[in-house]
């Protein structure tokens, strides 16, 4: 079983949608969750930073966190054609190597 | 499958040393291998882009002589950071593609450095 386990996709969805993006981990010494986009030949950007469990909200994204499912989520509320890129969850503990996992990615198509 | 190591996964140095840092596809030939590097809460920043058998691509503001990038085989890449000072001190991240996999990078684990 892989440390992170994120849904490639691809997702394609109409404009004004809500986009729901996920990741799944089995460690349980993960404490930091991070969710970049990428857009096409461009580095990863860094969208949401999240500690503990809950909602975080920034604009038109909510991460989601739920230590207990192991569980995280990105929502994109109302997404425009200029969300379309690779969304990648990450996620480290402190205390041991640090070690930044990655998720593979999930590449969404927001189409007009 | 497409999992890429890095090694070490830490190093602490002192000023004035140089630094290498390994970067591998494990399972797979990476025709392309990207050197990002992440201050904490940042963004990765992506610093070079290199080819097999071809010179690095710095990006602007990346110094060519204080990051030296090798890339002499489809499975292996070098960022060495030569001259390290406290101010190199950072999280440096590999990832790699192939013709396969188009736009997709696979990340490695990264590398964190302290320079003393």
């Known amino acids: 079983q892989k440390e992170v386990e994120q849904d490639p996709g691809p997702l394609s969805v109409p404009e004004g949608a809500i986009v729901s993006l996920n990741c799944t981990y089995s460690?349980?010494?993960?404490?930091?969750f991070m969710w970049y986009r990428q857009y096409s030949r461009k580095g990863p950007e860094l969208l949401m930073y999240?500690?503990?469990?809950g909602n975080k909200e920034d604009g038109r994204f909510t991460a989601q966190v739920d230590k207990s499912s192991k569980y995280i989520s990105l929502f994109i509320r109302d997404s425009q054609p200029s969300d379309s890129a690779t969304y990648l969850c990450?996620?480290?503990?402190?205390?041991?190597?640090?070690?930044?996992?990655f998720g593979k990615g999930t590449k969404l198509t927001v189409n007009p | 499958g497409a999992v890429v190591s890095q090694h070490p996964s830490r190093v602490i140095c002192k000023s004035g040393t140089s630094v290498k840092i390994e970067c591998r596809s494990l399972d797979f030939q990476a025709t392309t291998m990207f050197w990002y590097r992440q201050f904490p809460k940042q963004s990765l920043m992506l610093m070079a882009t290199s080819n097999e058998g071809s010179k690095a691509t710095y990006e602007q503001g990346v110094e060519k002589d204080k990051f030296l990038i090798n890339h002499a085989s489809l499975t292996l890449s070098t960022l060495t950071v030569t001259s390290a000072h406290p101010e190199d001190s950072s999280f440096y991240i590999c990832s790699a593609s192939t013709v396969d996999s188009g736009e997709t990078q696979y990340f490695g684990p990264g590398t964190r450095l302290l320079v003393l």
């Open positions: 990450a996620m480290y503990w402190t205390g041991g190597s640090e070690k930044l996992v």
């Open positions: 999240t500690y503990s469990s």
């Open positions: 460690n349980s010494a993960f404490q930091y």
